[in-house]
């Protein structure tokens, strides 16, 4: 059976690595809290050619590579992110000239930590509609210019990055099923205002502007059991148990979550990937950067099955499970 398959991933992370030991310097923290809270050890930070759209082209060119697409066999380019450099145009635009794709037609996705997830079954839809299509799903996010430096609260858990995955039609395995959801009415718990504006709506003068700001404790609660659910529907639809999965990937927010999230599964902890400790919450890049590391250690193998699972601001979530 022929379905929407992962061809190929890359990812780019900054080269800039900020430390808790350097956090310590700029707000009232500790290592040892963030470690114990987060299990966060460092982040990444885009220097000034670390552009969102240029970390996105760099993670896209190694998943091409990986591929072996060329950017001319592109036929759309999808961009989750809440971090463009710019509002118009799209950061997928800036990727699709960057990488010369032609016959690409490019858009970004606003689903916060779930773009990616929410990008690969949009991409996979076309791909059934179109089995010759070839698909370019970005993750990728500049968080450090959306962050309130000031507020220890947030400014400890974020950091930059991408990565990509080129989807396109195979045989015997590729996607096999999704569940994504939302709720809309829990925004105040985690989000970030619009810039500058005149629309009266916009214009709250106790904004800090477009920065992150998040209730954490409550934020917390909703994504353990937001991605139980979420995975367990999936499961439960594929008449599968947790320990038929290969491999979890998690967005990775936090280390007490997908802690949590392990043991009300049911999951041994080697199923769970985790890179948190390096990268902190890259929202939307998380899973893909996550899933290039996978596949480079040797984590997944054909015909092993990869259930992927986020939250975020929306709130948004979600499950995808495929055969690797
Ligand atoms: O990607 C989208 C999804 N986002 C998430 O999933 C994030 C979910 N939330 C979390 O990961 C956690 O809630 C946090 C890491 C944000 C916070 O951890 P927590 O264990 O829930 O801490 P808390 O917010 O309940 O705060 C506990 C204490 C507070 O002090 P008091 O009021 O008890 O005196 C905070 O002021 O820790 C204090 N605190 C800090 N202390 C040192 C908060 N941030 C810091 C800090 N350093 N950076």
């Keep these: 059976m022929r379905?929407?398959?992962?061809?190929?991933?890359?990812?780019?992370?900054?080269?800039?690595?900020?430390?808790?030991?350097?956090?310590?310097?700029?707000?009232?923290?500790?290592?040892?809290?963030?470690?114990?809270?987060?299990?966060?050890?460092?982040?990444?930070?885009?220097?000034?050619?670390?552009?969102?759209?240029?970390?996105?082209?760099?993670?896209?060119?190694?998943?091409?590579?990986?591929?072996?697409?060329?950017?001319?066999?592109?036929?759309?380019?999808?961009?989750?992110?809440?971090?463009?450099?710019?509002?118009?145009?799209?950061?997928?635009?800036?990727?699709?000239?960057?990488?010369?794709?032609?016959?690409?037609?490019?858009?970004?996705?606003?689903?916060?930590?779930?773009?990616?997830?929410?990008?690969?079954?949009?991409?996979?839809?076309?791909?059934?509609?179109?089995?010759?299509?070839?698909?370019?799903?970005?993750?990728?996010?500049?968080?450090?210019?959306?962050?309130?430096?000031?507020?220890?609260?947030?400014?400890?858990?974020?950091?930059?990055?991408?990565?990509?995955?080129?989807?396109?039609?195979?045989?015997?395995?590729?996607?096999?099923?999704?569940?994504?959801?939302?709720?809309?009415?829990?925004?105040?718990?985690?989000?970030?205002?619009?810039p500058a504006s005149t629309n009266p709506d916009l214009l709250d003068p106790k904004s800090k502007g477009c920065v992150i700001q998040m209730s954490g404790r409550d934020v917390f609660k909703y994504a353990v059991r937001a991605m139980e659910d979420v995975v367990r529907q999936l499961l439960e639809r594929q008449q599968l148990a947790v320990q038929d999965i290969s491999l979890i990937i998690p967005h990775q927010a936090n280390i007490r979550i997908l802690d949590n999230l392990a043991e009300r599964l049911g999951a041994v902890p080697e199923q769970i990937f985790c890179n948190v400790n390096k990268y902190g919450n890259t929202s939307a890049a998380s899973i893909p950067i996550a899933l290039d590391e996978a596949v480079r250690e040797g984590r997944l193998h054909r015909g092993g099955k990869l259930l992927l699972c986020s939250f975020g601001g929306g709130f948004t979530w979600g499950s995808m499970l495929l055969d690797w």
């Design 3 to 194: 379905r929407a398959a992962v061809l190929g991933t890359g990812s780019c992370l900054p080269e800039r690595v900020l430390t808790n030991a350097e956090l310590e310097q700029m707000v009232e923290t500790s290592d040892e809290w963030i470690t114990a809270r987060t299990g966060i050890r460092s982040r990444r930070i885009a220097g000034p050619d670390e552009q969102n759209y240029q970390l996105a082209t760099r993670a896209a060119r190694r998943a091409l590579e990986a591929a072996g697409v060329t950017a001319d066999e592109l036929g759309l380019i999808i961009v989750a992110t809440i971090s463009p450099h710019m509002l118009m145009p799209s950061c997928a635009c800036f990727v699709q000239a960057e990488l010369g794709a032609a016959k690409a037609f490019a858009f970004d996705l606003n689903a916060a930590c779930s773009g990616f997830l929410y990008g690969l079954d949009v991409a996979a839809k076309y791909i059934v509609a179109d089995p010759n299509m070839k698909v370019l799903v970005i993750g990728s996010e500049t968080l450090s210019a959306r962050v309130d430096w000031d507020d220890r609260n947030t400014c400890i858990l974020f950091g930059d990055g991408a990565g990509a995955c080129v989807v396109g039609g195979a045989e015997g395995r590729g996607i096999i099923d999704s569940c994504l959801l939302s709720d809309g009415s829990l925004w105040n718990l985690l989000y970030m205002d619009s």
